[in-house]
């Protein structure tokens, strides 16, 4: 089974509209991170979340974490084909060095 | 001002050889880790390590499979007499101190034939 459900799994859009991807997870995190990952590269960071309830803004991206610390969102404003990529959640269960990622969505935005 | 460095970027090997693969971690990072990465598949935690320890292997099968972070040099993630299920991208993170962000080199492609 896996720990954190990342839905959908894929998505493709056109550019200028809005997205919201999703990380679920019936387990409590003490932190959520999400990484963007594009093809032959390693996956970089874009934000941590640590709060409950927390919302972060990065420019056109906007991340929550869920109230109860078990699930988080990511909204895409306007999206543009720059965004193309495969989006990962992670978390940290705290008391563990070792981060547990979904499997990511991979999402395409065309020009 | 160096990233992660792994090498190499792509390596073949047939069944049976070894594979040995490279990772020197940020300038000041002393927490590396390996994760593997299988087509369609998020990342799997493999093993944590610091100078000279092993932190935390629970994520690496039990044979076959070892970690090593020496005093001098860099992280080695050695697999012995690799099966084709190995293949896949090995990704290698560091850390300046516990809990702080992981940084992500761009990965080790392993091929078996």
């Known amino acids: 089974t896996q720990l954190l459900e990342q839905s959908p799994q894929f998505l493709s859009i056109q550019e200028g509209e809005n997205l919201t991807v999703y990380c679920n997870s019936s387990s409590v995190f003490s932190s959520l991170q999400w990484y963007r990952q594009e093809p032959g590269e390693g996956p970089v960071l874009l934000v941590t979340v640590v709060t409950g309830g927390e919302v972060k803004k990065l420019k056109r991206l906007t991340f929550q974490f869920g109230d109860a610390r078990k699930d988080s969102s990511l909204h895409i404003t306007a999206a543009q084909p720059g965004d193309t990529g495969l989006y990962l959640c992670a978390g940290d269960q705290g008391g563990s060095e070792k981060l547990v990622f979904g499997k990511g969505t991979k999402l395409t935005v065309n020009p | 001002n160096a990233g992660v460095m792994q090498n190499p970027r792509h390596l073949v090997r047939r069944r049976g050889q070894e594979a040995r693969l490279r990772c020197s971690p940020m300038?000041?990072?002393?927490?590396v880790y390996w994760y593997r990465q299988l087509p369609e598949e998020g990342l799997k935690f493999m093993v944590y390590?610091?100078?000279?320890?092993?932190?935390?292997e629970s994520g690496m099968p039990k044979e076959r499979f070892s970690a090593e972070f020496p005093k001098e040099g860099p992280s080695i993630l050695r697999i012995q007499q690799v099966v084709r299920g190995d293949s896949a991208a090995y990704f290698c993170a560091s850390s300046p101190r516990t809990g702080g962000e992981l940084f992500f080199g761009e990965g080790s492609r392993l091929t078996v034939l």
């Open positions: 300038k000041g990072h002393s927490h």
């Open positions: 390590l610091q100078k000279e320890n092993i932190i935390d």
